[in-house]
C-alpha cells in the first residue's frame, strides 16, 4: 500500500534507518519503505498489519534483550501486533528497560497510522503510545528517544506546542545520537509548520542541516516551508519517528544493543 502524505496531513512517516544488520533486513519484501522528493513524502507499507499466524521463530529469547530485538526484527517486517507481544514480555523481565518502552511507543504509533489510513478503528493507540513514551522518559530521561517519540506522536495528534516541547527537551540533552538528533530537529520543524510558523520552520531545518546536509526528512520540511513563505500551496511533512531498536518517529531506527 502507498500513502502518500502529500495528501494525508497529520500522519505518521516512517523512515528506516539500517544502521547494523538485522534479519530482517534479508526480506524486503513486504518491508516499510520511504521515498522523498521535494516536500513530497511516499511511504510503501503492507496493505495491512500483519498476522502471526504460522510465523515460525529461530529459538526461543531467553533475556529482556533477547525479547527487545526479536521485537525490532517482528516490527519491521510489519508483525506489528506479535512484536508488541515480545516488547510485553521484556520489560515483564526488565521493567526498567526504557527502550523497549521507547520501542513501543513506535511501534503503537505506527500501528495507529495504518489502521487509520485503511479507515479501521485506531482508537486508543496514540493515547497508549503517549503512555509507552512518558514511561522510557521517566526510566530514562537521559535518553532522546522517548523525547522524539512522544514529538511524533503529538504531532500525529495535532498537539503542535507540547510536540515543540518534546523535541526541545531532546535537544537540550546535547545529543550524541546523530539519527536521534535529525529526528527532533524534523519533528520540530513540523510542528512549527503546522502552527503556521514557518520562518522558524526554515530555521529549525537548517540548523539540522548543518549536521547532514542530505537529509531527505529535513530538506523537505525546508522546502515546504519555503513554498508557504513563497505562498506556494504544498502539503506539510508528517512527523517523523525514531524508535531505538527497530521500531521507534518516523524514524525506524534500526539497531542492535
Known amino acids: 500500500m502507498k500513502i502518500n502524505f502529500v495528501t494525508v496531513s497529520a500522519v505518521l512517516i516512517i523512515l528506516l534507518l539500517a544502521v547494523s544488520a538485522v534479519s530482517a533486513a534479508e526480506n524486503e519484501t513486504d518491508s516499510i519503505k520511504i521515498s522523498v522528493t521535494g516536500d513530497n513524502v511516499v511511504v510503501e507499507t503492507p496493505a ?5 499466524d504460522g510465523l515460525v521463530m529461530s529459538g526461543a529469547p531467553v533475556s529482556a534483550i533477547d525479547y527487545y530485538n526479536r521485537a525490532n526484527d517482528l516490527a519491521y517486517q ?7 507481544e515480545y516488547l510485553d514480555s521484556a520489560v515483564e523481565l526488565n521493567p526498567n528497560l526504557s527502550v523497549a518502552y ?3 511507543a ?9 489502521l487509520k489510513e485503511n479507515g479501521e478503528d485506531y482508537s486508543g493507540l496514540y493515547d497508549e503510545a503517549l503512555k509507552a513514551a512518558d514511561k522510557a522518559i ?5 535518553q532522546g528517544e522517548g523525547y522524539v517519540n512522544k514529538a511524533s506522536i503529538l504531532n500525529a495528534l495535532g498537539r ?16 550524541k545520537d546523530t539519527e536521534t538528533l535529525l529526528a527532533a530537529y ?11 510558523r514557518y520562518e522558524d520552520e526554515i530555521a529549525v531545518s537548517k540548523e539540522g542541516l548543518k549536521i547532514d546536509p542530505m537529509n531527505n526528512l529535513l530538506l523537505a ?9 513563497e505562498k506556494k500551496q504544498t502539503s506539510p511533512l508528517s512527523a517523523a519517528v525514531v524508535v531505538l531498536g527497530v521500531i521507534g518517529a518516523i524514524f525506524l531506527a534500526l539497531r542492535r544493543r
Open 106 to 114: 513506535g511501534i503503537l504509533s505506527v500501528k495507529a497510522g495504518i
Open 221 to 229: 520540511n525546508l522546502n515546504y516551508a519555503e513554498n508557504k513563505v
Open 160 to 175: 503542535y506546542n507540547e510536540a515543540i516541547a518534546a523535541c526541545d527537551a531532546a535537544l537540550a540533552l546535547n545529543l
Open 138 to 142: 521517566e526510566l530514562n530521561p537521559k
Open 78 to 84: 510489519g508483525y506489528l501486533d506479535k512484536a508488541l
Open 48 to 52: 495491512a498489519i500483519k498476522s502471526d
Open 102 to 104: 521507547s520501542a513501543k
Open 186 to 196: 524534523t519533528n520540530k520543524g513540523t510542528a512549527l509548520g503546522g502552527l503556521g
